[in-house]
């Protein structure tokens, strides 16, 4: 326990970490915690002998690697030169975007079919799958997985640890006047309600007990909390609280979303809130002999919202708590009914177009395809501007969902894409990991040998293959599709709460070092001290006193916008060998071969938009359609034009002050 705080310390944090000399060389902001997706890293093994395989299940210690059939696998005992990567280092609790995976433990039934556990989590960011594969001889073999994310929970970490974690620094974030998400996404039965909506410890009785706590606290008797609590099915919403009344969705004049009719409670204690969760949770279960079969159909929303006592339309935070449709429901075609695969069809379209939201939302795009689905209408002011989103995978770690499990950590993984070399040094580490997996049949000193040569590959590593990885990093997904895109670029216009939010501190490597220069004063991202009661068990990392950054949104309006070496009127500018080193050279070619790729990507995307508007208008013509209908294709049209083009404007102009940038400083 923290006796300070009477908060559990989390197994992660409790934890000795390894030294990493990896990130003795990378700048202490990179560590941060901004991105941390991981592809997948295979490895292949052969599978045991057939006795051996009545093996007890196996337990998840990091030192005992097993594979999916419960046995010791090949992985070799560590020589004491290997240090635990730099994934140990924990994650920023203060990034936009976090994503963490929760494993559930096996239940009952899976234990007593003797089903073996296949999720290994071996630090607190990394999960291994050992996916059971068959080959076509027949021989089976395991096929192992690593993925790292912000945070990995295992089976047996508590709601409270998991809250500390996820929920708790978006509780803080709405206090200052932002916007919170909160989900929990997994196939079914993988424990997304009992993280989120557990109606005696989920994340949001936790959250409203902070919440009510901060309440009470002086400097905010001005507000109070309003509990709403609706589903969407089939791209319908239902009021949970009213009866399943059906609601609309609406944008109001700043920008919020407003689900018009919602009933909402002003409730200030856990005790209420719970009463009022029950009967709202009643709801959604009595539709398991109506419409709705299944309530892992329909994703269930509990948002708290903070508003001003005396003007209740006075908004001044909101927090979401998303407890998602089974993500495997997304796949229900074939043999299924009509209605369970236009269900299916309708929770595949949600959580895509929620993926793509987010991944903007990481990436800092003007543009993000909210219109794609209901769900992402109704979050639509949560990815925009002042926003958080705290993403919990959930996965069952039974040997028969493996697929399901894999599924689900590649949505998340794809969520949050590499963006820094910070990651790629994660990547780097994580992947000497497996690698020796392959030194099963060395001695042990051949090992030793093996682990420090890999080491000081490491302590070598510099910003090498850097393009490679940009190459993952496209600003349109492939499985974007034509999606339409809405001009959601933050403007000072755009402040949804009429006052003045702190940074989020994003760390965009592209901009280090240039708006310190620009802005002349780092920017505090903690600027509030409104959780002084509450332990934030934040990374000391997340203060970011050197290189922190702004969002590219807040920062002046084009200050860049011509070159001074061509508004000089002098024009005696020249770089000196003394005024640009051959790194930043070399970062400036890095820099103009990625605005390349982006705009030739958005080239693209306008082409396929053009060939779809014009199949559609042809297509609608040819049957004798509407003209209005050709009219309200065109406006989308024209809509996710604008937005491509301003994208290119964005990209291009970034270019451009990086160009500026360096005439300036000669
Ligand atoms: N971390 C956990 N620790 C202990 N039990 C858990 C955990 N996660 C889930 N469970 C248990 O597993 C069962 C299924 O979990 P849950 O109902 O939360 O799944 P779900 O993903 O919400 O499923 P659905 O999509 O069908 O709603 C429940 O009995 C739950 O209590």
Known sequence: MDNSTGRRITPSQGRVRASVPIRSRIPSPYIGGKTITQPSVMQQQQMPDEEEEEEPIQNSSPNRRL????????????????????????????????????????????????EKDIATINSQRTVLIN???????????????????????????????????????????????????????????????????????????????????????????????????????????????????????????????????????????????????????????????????????????????????????????????????????????????????????????????????????????????????????????????????CMIATVSPNISNSEHTLNTLRYADRVKELKSE????????????????????????????????????????????YEEEEEEDQVYDDDEG?????????????????????SDGIVDEDFIGISDELFGKDIDNDSSDIMSNLTITDSPDSRRSTSTTVPYHIQPSSPYSSSPRYSNTSNDNSLSSQSITHQEIEDFLKNHRHELREVSDANKQETKLLANFTLEM????????????????????????DGLLESKEQIISELRRKISQIWRRS
Do not use: W
Not at 235 to 261: C, M, P, T, W
Not at 423 to 448: F, M, S
Not at 482 to 502: A, Q, T
């Open 67 to 114: 594979n999916a059939y419960g046995l010791p696998s090949r992985h070799p005992s560590r020589g004491n030169s290997y240090s635990r990567p730099s994934i140990n280092t924990p994650s920023n609790l203060t990034d936009k975007i976090r994503v963490c995976v929760r494993k559930r433990p096996l239940n009952k039934k899976e234990v007593a079919r003797n």
């Open 618 to 641: 042809n297509s609608n013509d040819d049957l004798g359609g509407a003209h209005d209908v050709t009219v309200d294709a065109f406006e989308r049209y024209l809509d996710d034009l």
């Open 482 to 502: 034509s999606g339409s895109f809405e001009d959601e670029f933050l403007s000072e216009d755009d402040d949804l709460f009429g006052e003045e939010m702190p």
């Open 131 to 389: 996916e059971p594969k068959v080959k076509v001889d027949l021989t089976r073999y395991v096929e192992q997985h690593m993925f790292v994310f912000d945070d990995v929970f295992d089976s047996d970490a508590s709601n409270e640890e998991v809250y500390q974690r996820t929920a708790l620094p978006l509780v803080e974030y709405i206090f200052r006047g932002g916007k919170a998400t909160c989900f929990a996404y997994g196939q079914t039965g993988s424990g997304k309600t009992h993280t989120m909506l557990d109606e005696k410890q989920g994340l949001y009785v936790l959250a409203a007990r902070d919440i009510f706590n901060l309440l009470r606290r002086e400097e905010f008797t001005h507000l109070a909390s309003y509990i709403g609590f609706y589903e969407i099915y089939q791209g319908q919403l239902y009021d949970l609280l009213n009866q399943r009344k059906k609601l609309f969705a609406r944008e109001d004049g700043k920008k919020n979303v407003v689900i018009s009719g919602l009933q909402e409670y002003n409730i200030e204690n856990v005790d209420a809130l719970m009463q009022v969760f029950d009967y709202g949770n009643m709801a959604r279960s009595t539709g398991t002999t109506g419409a709705n079969q299944d309530s892992s159909r329909s994703h269930a929303i509990l948002q708290i919202v903070l508003k001003h006592k005396k003007n209740r339309k006075k908004f001044h935070g909101k927090l979401s708590f998303i407890d998602l449709a089974g993500s495997e429901r997304g796949a229900d075609r074939g043999d299924a009914d009509k209605q369970t695969r236009m269900e299916g069809a309708e929770i595949n379209k949600s959580l895509l177009a929620l993926k793509e939201c987010i991944r903007a939302l990481d990436q800092d795009k003007k543009h993000t395809p909210f219109r794609q689905s209901k769900l992402t209408q109704v979050l639509k002011d949560s990815f925009v501007g002042n926003s958080r989103t």
């Open 422 to 465: 910070r990651d790629r040094a994660d990547r780097v580490a994580a992947g000497l990991e497996l690698a020796a997996n392959e030194l099963h049949g060395l001695t042990d000193e051949q090992r030793q040998q093996y682990y420090s040569d890999a080491q000081s590959k490491m302590d070598g590593y510099t910003y090498e293959g």
